[in-house]
């Protein structure tokens, strides 16, 4: 059984080599998203306007819950452009006669690569809040809780990704999609600010959607742990990570039938 | 002989979306405009363990297709295939280990890495033991030349250095079934010569069944045993290369340029396509007339600067075959 799931690890692990390719994007995208935390603590400064809390967090911590949400949706990639990109060049071909899960294979790539990301994007950001805001308080105890829910949150952002991406199969533009998919992780994902600045009814939709597993749970483990919510965010995301999982192998199953190469 | 691959009555049906134009777009969301295409229409072929088999045709013939199909990548609309005893698309991963595929425009080595590392990640893939990975690649760089450079980039590799070791990574797994579509797509005369030669080894060495797809006729012609020519989807020559060459393609172009003026000899032949003072492009139905003789007198009545002698292309002979529908 191990056996059977070790080639998924290596995919991993090349790929996340291969990434070293394209630090220099990997460090311009982390340069991009230093200015704007460099913007988002002024405007933040002015929200605060003197006051210590705003939806229950510090200053410094609203910078550090940014710096984490940005992190983990920018250094996801655009999967879904990716998987239309294969579909339309034909390069699928090439993945779908190997003996492994396509799925599956896609998800091993994918963390390689955005781990790889995750960690140089996080530092360089981290760099800026430290100098302009200072540290946050966490306890070291927390980090392999913490390591835990953020790969959950990037294995939740791959599976939505996967569903949305293999409609590619089927629809032409998938370009589209991917833009839809962005900006709901930035607004009801909470990846701009905590999911309190919506109205209640949005906020309390949004609370249970898979969206915000991806930006706003994990962040939010990040400047303020607590192992109710941590429990809360394993068994909410395992149940959303089995749904969307079982939800794109049968949509696989069915666009595979519908497929059409170019280039045949 | 039983068949190494079987293709009864195999059809392909692509549904393709119409893009309108202007206010017509609006409309496309309530009711969207489709067309069909017949990629591939009610063929049947029988390949035997070991053959080496082209298959010839222009562009959408449905070569690709039809490859895609035996691999188990797309589903068929109709027809039965089976290709190592199992049927690809319901047990595309068990016959995953029984073939192997090159898509020339698409190549399966990770640019940024050495190919010793895809090689190590494909053992991985294809469950190879340690041990017979090992000697099956000492094996394989050997026979294939790659041993200087198995260690440099992908990306720093000449395109036939690149070649060479996307075979050797397509035989790891020592396939019984070796999928080329189109191969030697952008190398040059000698790159292309170096792989042919490669695959006729391997096919005779080790019983591999070769399906090579080419635009390139000499390609197929200097490999295969057999070519079947597919156009718009239908099979329109299935036989020895031979027979196809002595029926089919017995035209040449032949580029002339002269020192003096030109002087062409004169014949029901001879077909001029191109003249000028000095130069000229002719066609010549070489059954009609022998190249030697058209030569001699070219030579004996010009002083030659230059001459090129050209097979006819491709498309031509397809279309002169279709034209006939002669089928074997």
């Known amino acids: ?264 | 002989m039983e068949s190494e691959i079987s293709i009864q009555n195999l059809t392909k049906v692509f549904k393709i979306k119409e893009k309108k134009q202007g206010l017509a777009k609006l409309t496309k969301f309530l009711k969207p405009y489709s067309k069909e295409l017949i990629a591939v229409d009610n063929i049947s072929i029988e390949i035997k363990k070991g053959e080496l088999v082209g298959f010839i045709g222009p562009n959408g013939a449905g070569k690709s297709t039809t490859i895609k199909m035996l691999s188990g990548i797309l589903f068929p609309t109709e027809g039965k295939i089976s290709v190592a005893n199992l049927d690809p698309q319901k047990e595309r991963r068990i016959l995953a280990y029984k073939i192997g595929t090159i898509f020339g425009q698409k190549p399966q080595l990770w640019f940024h890495l050495p190919a010793i590392d895809t090689f190590k990640l494909f053992s991985k893939i294809y469950d190879l033991d340690k041990k017979d990975f090992e000697k099956r690649l000492s094996f394989l760089v050997k026979k294939f030349a790659i041993g200087s450079f198995v260690d440099q980039p992908v990306r720093k590799l000449s395109l036939g250095q690149r070649m060479r070791c996307e075979f050797v990574l397509a035989l790891l797994h020592k396939p019984s079934i070796l999928f080329l579509d189109e191969p030697t797509i952008g190398m040059d005369l000698i790159v292309k010569k170096s792989i042919r030669e490669l695959i006729k080894k391997i096919n005779k060495e080790e019983n591999v069944t070769v399906i090579l797809t080419s635009h390139d006729m000499t390609d197929v012609e200097d490999v295969c045993d057999r070519a079947i020519i597919i156009n718009e989807g239908t099979i329109v020559y299935d036989g020895s290369f031979e027979q196809l060459k002595n029926n089919f393609s017995s035209k040449k172009v032949i580029e002339i340029v002269s020192e003096t003026k030109i002087k062409l000899p004169n014949h029901k032949s001879v077909s001029i396509m191109k003249k000028g003072d000095y130069s000229a492009t002719v066609e010549i139905d070489t059954k009609k007339k022998s190249l030697k003789r058209f030569l001699d007198k070219l030579i004996s009545d010009n002083v030659i600067d230059d001459i090129t002698i050209k097979e006819q292309p491709i498309e031509e002979i397809i279309e002169e075959i279709y034209k006939k529908k002669v089928k074997k």
């Open chain 1, 1 to 264: 059984m191990i056996n059977k799931y070790a080639k998924y690890f290596w995919i991993a692990e090349i790929n996340f080599r291969n990434s070293f390719a394209y630090i220099f994007d990997v460090i311009s995208s982390s340069i991009f998203i230093a200015l704007i935390i460099f913007i988002f603590i002024n405007l933040w400064s002015i929200v605060y306007g003197g006051r210590e809390l705003v939806f229950g967090l510090t200053l410094p911590m609203m910078i550090w819950y940014l710096v984490f949400t940005e992190a983990m949706v920018t250094s996801s990639g655009k999967l879904i452009t990716e998987i239309g990109a294969e579909v339309k060049s034909g390069e699928v071909a090439n993945y779908l006669n190997k003996p492994y899960n396509y799925v599956v294979y896609k998800y091993a790539k994918s963390i390689g690569s955005t781990i790889f990301s995750f960690i140089l994007i996080f530092a360089i950001s981290a760099i800026v809040a430290l100098l302009l805001v200072g540290p946050i308080e966490i306890n070291l105890i927390h980090i392999p809780f913490m390591i835990i829910a953020t790969l959950l949150g990037l294995t939740l952002y791959f599976a939505m990704s996967a569903f949305l991406g293999i409609l590619a199969f089927w629809i032409e533009d998938s370009q589209a999609i991917e833009f839809v998919y962005s900006k709901l992780l930035f607004t009801i994902g909470g990846m701009l600010a905590p999911l309190a600045i919506w109205p209640p009814v949005i906020e309390q939709i949004s609370l249970f959607l898979p969206f915000s597993l991806v930006a706003f749970y994990p962040a939010k483990l990040f400047v303020k742990f607590s192992f109710d919510s941590f429990i809360w965010v394993i068994g909410f995301g395992v149940i959303w990570g089995i749904v969307l999982f079982l939800a794109t192998a049968l949509l696989f199953r069915f666009m595979s039938k519908k497929l059409s190469i170019n280039g045949g």
